[in-house]
Structures are given as C-alpha cells and as structure tokens.
C-alpha cells in the first residue's frame, strides 16, 4: 500500500489568459488525475481543457477502468463529448485541447495512463526518469523516422504542430495508453505537465530538480522558476502547468 503526496501549478506565463486546467480525483483504492492544454482562441481554449478535465473525472469516477485500454475507451468517450461542445457561431467551435491522466492504484501499486497531443506524464525512480509519453506531434514523427535528434525538439519551429487533440474526429483522434497496470514502488515520482513546462525544462535538468527539492511544491517552484527563468526573453511565453504525485510506502 501506498502513501501519495500531491501538488499542483498552473501558471498563465506571458499570455492574457491561462487555456491550462487540471485536477485529481481519489476513491477508496485509486487517483485519477488529470491534465489538459487547450486551443482554440477566443477563449474556446480554456472552456476545452476544463471540460476534458471534468469530464474525464467524471466519468472516471462513474466507472473506473482497469486497464489501458478501458482508459483509451474513456478519453474517447471525452472526445465525443468535446465535440459536441463544438458550436458554430461560438467560442468553442474551433476548440481543442491535449490531454493527459495518470490512475495510481495505491493498495495494490500499479499505474495506468493515457494521453492525446503532447501534454506529457513523467515517470521518475530513484532519481531518475523511468518513463516518458511519446508526444504526438510533427516533430515527434521526424524523431520515429531518425529525420530529428531529440535534443533539437524544443527548438524546432513546427515543434507545436500536433498530429492529434481532442476535437477532431474519433477516426483521426489518436490515444496512445499504457496496456496494463504497471507496478508503482515506494518513491515513485510521477509528474503530468504541458509543453509550456517541458519546452523550458529538459529531462536532466527535471531530473536534478527533483533530486534536490524536499517536498513536492518544492519541487513544482523550482520547475515553475526554471521556466521563468529560461523564458525571460519571450514576453508571451505559453501557460504552463504540472501535477505530481509522490509516492511512499503506508
């Protein structure tokens, strides 16, 4: 059984408003959080990521899946509804959002996710990163294909381009998920965040943070100056937003 510590940031960086939302759910045995990026403008963005948010929870917690391929069904099921919030002549009708949800279950420790776009989950052992989402965007694709050296993502010009969000179609809406529960160990770290973070904070330099930050919200503070920092000179730098969950034994 596992003890889990959770925290949070979302942070409107250079922009007029934050198109960012997340947030966590727990039941008896499991946690579901979530995060999502949105787009879209004119404020259909930010009504996008609160609803992938919400009713991802939602139906979560309706019906919890026990594997990876019960959580792709839901973030489809998310998708629908998005669409559906789609309406011509409205803010919403050009919207879209990424989306990414970790389920920890902490009595038998195990982990599912699934995501859409690249809004990424990191996962972290004794220090160190065990695993990463793969975005689905352009440049992702030229790194499959050996067309581009993973160092040179965050400077790419395409590097936003994505393949995939929620509001496109169910035929073209690609989820990739983990395919079964994976165990968790204590110490654990896991960490959800938007490109807004992981453009200005690369994995070793993640990596260090947390090896130094005692608490959770120490660490999302150091990430959050480490972004301000390194944005210092584009004043209209994205949102970013990051959740973790730490884990220790119970």
Known sequence: MLQLDVALLSDRGGREYNEDACGHWQSERQLCCVLADGAGGHGGGDIASRLAVRELIGRFAQDPPQDGAALADLVMQL??????????????????STVVCLVLDFIDPSALWAHVGDSRLYWFRSGRLLRRTRDHSLVQGLIDAGMLAEADVRGHPQRSE???ALGVTNEQLE???????????????FLLCTDGLWE?????????????AATP??????????????ARAKASHDNFTALTVWTQAA
């Open 162 to 164: 994505l393949r995939s």
């Open 79 to 96: 998708n629908s509804a998005l669409r559906a919030q789609q309406l011509p002549g409205t803010p919403q009708q050009d919207m879209h």
């Open 175 to 189: 989820v990739s998920a983990s395919a079964a529960g994976e165990s968790v160990l204590p110490g654990d770290v």
């Open 217 to 230: 919200r120490d660490w999302l503070d150091d990430l959050a100056a480490a972004v301000r920092h390194a």
């Open 200 to 212: 200005y904070v690369d994995d070793d330099a993640m990596a260090a943070s947390l090896t130094a």
